[in-house]
């Protein structure tokens, strides 16, 4: 059953969007399905006359980690009723229809219901059943419709997987994961002098190793040798450690020397 | 086995990067990861000892229509030697790692693995087993990790999803589809002059049923009427259907009158 519609428009105590199936035929897939909403940080799940009983178990199974979001969901009679307190409803296509929609992929869809959804608006997306997908008639109780671009010579997505990009989308547009970080495993980044220094410590053992045989090659060696170490970027650990390679190798080198003479 | 490495900076022969699953347990996450490769255009399929004999019938079933991703799958010994004629390789960890590494979201990944075979380089992204993901010792084969941002609280990805996400990303990034569309269902929209002649139909029924009672209301009305179908963007044969449906509502008015009468 739909919930009441309380206060209509409070920005405040908007959830995210609601993830309506119509008619899914498999628990098996409602389960993968509230899984994938899991991830994305969505839990308002509706089945409009899903095809085996409910509550399924086989659901619950498949649900893994997410069985709260599949415990929550509610039952509706038919499209209406399933978002008739909603502002916005988008329908998921996988192909063209005879009616006249606006075409969204699912990050500008993404962007519009988070847009709405600081405006107060409750939005929500239709997901139609494993082998035919929504009639259009349940396309026409929708603002607009939402369609993944994918390869075209293959555009056949599971229940699942259709839920999850469109969450995914949902997610991104609210998250502010950089797009690149450096993760140094609890060992903080060595700071330039450090770099600097082991440099040092390997371009003095390379000169007792008479390695720069041509002077006028030197400058340009040591310079390649301090871009990729830069480039590398390593933590405090890691040049102790190249310290202790550089010590090594040296040492090997001076053991053969005194077991060679 | 890895491919021979050829002509190693080619760009016009580069293909889409590969896809690495490293000890996968179950054939059917095998083919399921194989379709999410073919919904985004992906075909290089490398798998490193697999759990299950290979060839796996119940992969070429999970793969529905993408059983040629299957078919044409190479096994490879070990990490090293599936990556061995890549230039670049990414790493996907759902969980900080106690290596320093470069942390990539999909997206961001996507965009340098699109500059990378540009210029010519061969990319391919490791993902680990359903159970425990990659090891640390795979990790360092790469030359960064990518983690999908999801809600904190439920990271957990199967293996074809994780698949399907960063190759939905590498898709999209190479994809020109416009984030807004309209459809009209081989319908074309309405030019503009249809549609005014249609509301001008529209508001001369009003006009004759006496509709505008206060003539100061008129002008507004007619404006809200206007901006609504404006919005609506109707198609000509909607134009067409909304001349029908304010006649009959005219006429119906003007049978019930002459029966009043």
Chains 1, 2 share one sequence.
Not at 161 to 179: K, R
Not at 227 to 253: D, F, K, N
Request: net charge negative; proline share 6%.
């Amino acid at each position: 059953m739909a919930t009441g519609t309380g206060a209509r428009l409070n920005a405040s105590t908007v959830p995210p969007p609601r993830i309506v199936l119509v008619e899914p035929q498999l628990g098996e897939n409602i389960g993968a399905a509230a899984r994938a909403m899991a991830n994305c940080g969505l839990s308002d799940l509706m089945l409009v006359q899903p095809r085996e009983e409910w509550p399924n178990p086989r659901a619950r199974t498949m649900a893994a980690g997410a069985t709260a979001v599949v415990d929550a969901a509610r039952l509706a009679e038919d499209v209406p009723g399933a978002v008739a307190d909603l502002h916005r409803v988008y329908a998921t296509t996988a192909r063209p229809r005879e009616l006249a929609a606006r075409v969204l992929t699912p990050r500008a869809a993404a962007a519009e219901m988070r847009a709405a959804t600081a405006r107060g608006e409750r939005c929500g997306v239709l997901f139609g059943c494993e082998r035919s997908g929504l009639t259009n008639d349940d396309v026409t109780h929708a603002q607009a419709v939402i369609t993944v671009p994918l390869d075209t010579a293959y555009t056949s997505l599971n229940l699942a997987q259709a839920v999850l990009l469109v969450g995914y989308e949902w997610h991104l547009a609210g998250d502010d994961t950089p797009a690149e970080s450096l993760e140094v495993g609890g060992q903080p980044p060595a700071a330039q002098d450090e770099v600097e220094a082991m440099l040092a410590h390997l371009v003095g053992e390379l000169d007792a190793a008479d390695y720069f045989r041509a002077d006028h090659m030197r400058p340009t060696i040591v310079q390649n040798l301090r871009a990729l170490l830069r480039r590398a970027r390593p933590t405090e650990q890691e040049v102790r450690s190249l310290h202790g390679v550089v010590s090594a190798l040296a040492l090997g080198r001076q053991s053969r020397r005194r077991t060679n003479v």
